[in-house]
């Protein structure tokens, strides 16, 4: 712990602190053993300063949820040494672009042979608990001055994006989302996200760690996740009550998931009294199913631009429908046409460009700000379309809605220039044209009608990753998507706006 017992930083302050004064609590639960609070600040030390023998330029982390992620993640933020926190899910390719942008030089991963074609010469060794050391051939890159963490967007093509974070930006909503969540000493959370995603890295490692509370940190399979999109609901649920878990993050997917077993009788987690909803928008109807079966939930917003989480209902202060008041430490404006506007945890730059030059973060996102400061989302700026009848649409509205009904799984809306809107849709198990049909006309029974699906379109396949059509936050990429099936979303002849394919609903 020696190399902590100094360090200025508020996160690793309040390990030692907690090391201190609560040595013998549980910081962090693995599958098989756990680290107490005392246990973590000595595993933390002892590996920064074995990295920082090793003296590499940027690290790359590649491994699946647990206890040895976190150490990793702490010593190197202990260090000093730049983290580039790789997603299990991302494809080869896409691990080797962000390798090769940031310049990693040394790679810790619970897989030895990960990354093999850009490795030196010579075997793995073992460096920490189920984490591997290998050097990697990269060219050094520029990186902003203060970078301590790259994360690398989903971004709007199959290429991620990076992020350069500095201690400030990650310590200011770490600290603001403790306040906000009401955060204790008391809490377990059950980490379900990848810790490799900064919304779960913050809210799920670090803010327990200020609040001296319980993380438990399992492989996705043994919460029921499996990939990016995977998700066995049964096994979800018991993960959250095996663990007494009383917070968690959940993406909209995963909610939804979750209510649908909850209403086939499902036992419900007990214990939970904080549930975070973020990383894509959410329908006020589903947050009002999921506090009907008993879920507390929060609905949140954030960008990795601005270091994860700028607004968020909290515990006696929530409203759905909105993403709640601004953290403590942000500042708010709402440009012309509602372009939202975010300063005080801004990030440094993006990888390969120039430093940052401002103070306010443009976040492509468009909204308004109610009488009682709470933020509400419209919809992305370059997502918003314009009806043949000249009204402005912002798909992800309508999709809410779509992803209400049991028989759609996905659904992209396109309405540019149409007269009447289509969707791409991916059927959920085996619902029929009919059973689509059906449930397109019940989300439009609560849509204005220039918002309502005409059209829609059966999906060859579901949206994922793989295939470029989801971002790893479960966000559909509308250009791949549109490519995709171009065909059938082109008009027969300009006149005819709302060609038919699947249905036509009037």
Not at 173 to 179: D, E, I, K, N, T
Not at 389 to 405: I, K, T
Request: charged share 15%; aromatic share 4%; net charge neutral.
């Amino acid at each position: 712990m020696s190399h902590l017992s100094h360090h200025p930083g508020a996160l690793l302050a309040a390990l030692v602190r907690h090391a201190v004064t609560t040595p013998d609590t549980i910081a962090l639960e693995g599958p098989a053993s756990g680290l107490s609070y005392a246990g973590l600040a000595e595993a933390v030390g002892t590996l920064a300063e074995t990295l920082l023998a090793l003296r590499p330029r940027v690290v790359g982390l590649l491994a699946e949820n647990g206890p040895d992620w976190a150490v990793a993640d702490l010593a190197c933020l202990a260090a000093g040494i730049p983290l580039v926190p790789l997603p299990t899910f991302f494809t080869a390719a896409q691990h080797a672009h962000a390798v090769r942008q940031a310049g990693v030089d040394l790679l810790l991963s619970d897989r030895p042979d990960a990354l093999g074609t850009l490795a030196r010469a010579g075997t793995p060794r073992r460096l920490h608990g189920s984490l591997y050391l290998r050097r990697l051939n990269s060219a050094p890159a520029r990186l902003p001055s203060g970078t301590l963490k790259i994360t690398f967007t989903s971004g709007t093509t199959g290429t991620p994006k990076g992020v350069c974070l500095g201690r400030e930006a990650i310590e200011s909503v770490a600290a603001s989302l403790q306040q906000a969540s009401a955060a204790r000493p008391d809490d377990r959370h059950l980490a379900l996200l990848p810790l490799a995603t900064l919304l779960e890295n913050i809210g799920g490692l670090y803010v327990p760690l200020l609040a001296g509370a319980t993380t438990r940190l399992l492989p996705g399979e043994q919460v029921g996740l499996n990939g990016s999109a995977g998700v066995d609901p049964a096994r979800l649920l018991t993960a959250l009550g095996t663990a007494r878990a009383t917070s968690t993050i959940l993406v909209p997917q995963l909610l939804l998931a979750l209510v649908a077993a909850l209403r086939t009788g499902a036992a419900q987690p007990s214990a939970l009294r904080y549930v975070a909803v973020g990383g894509a928008p959410v329908s006020p109807r589903l947050l009002e199913a999921a506090t009907a079966r008993g879920l507390p939930v929060f609905e949140g917003y954030g960008l990795s631009e601005c270091a994860s989480v700028v607004a968020v209902n909290r515990p006696g202060d929530n409203r759905p429908g909105s993403v709640g008041r601004p953290l403590p430490h942000v500042a708010l404006a709402i440009g012309p046409g509602g372009a939202i506007h975010i300063g005080g945890a801004g990030f440094l730059g993006y990888l390969g460009e120039a430093p940052r030059d401002g103070a306010w973060v443009d976040t492509g996102d468009v909204g308004h700000l109610d009488a009682d400061g709470r933020l509400h989302i419209t919809g992305r700026r370059k997502n918003m379309f314009i009806t043949a009848f000249g009204r402005n649409v912002a798909p992800e509205w309508v999709e809410r809605e779509l992803l209400l009904q049991a028989p759609i799984a996905q659904a992209a809306v396109f309405g540019e220039g149409r007269s009447s809107n289509v969707a791409v849709i991916v059927p959920r198990g085996t619902a029929s044209q009919a059973d689509i049909d059906a449930a397109i006309a019940a989300a439009n029974r609560d849509l204005p009608d220039y918002a309502r699906v005409g059209t829609w379109i059966r999906a060859t396949t579901p949206f994922n990753p793989d295939n470029g059509q989801l971002t790893a936050n479960g966000r559909p990429r509308r250009e791949a998507i549109a490519s995709a099936y171009a065909n059938a979303l082109t008009p027969t002849h300009p006149s005819d706006t709302s060609k038919e394919t699947h249905g036509l609903l009037c």
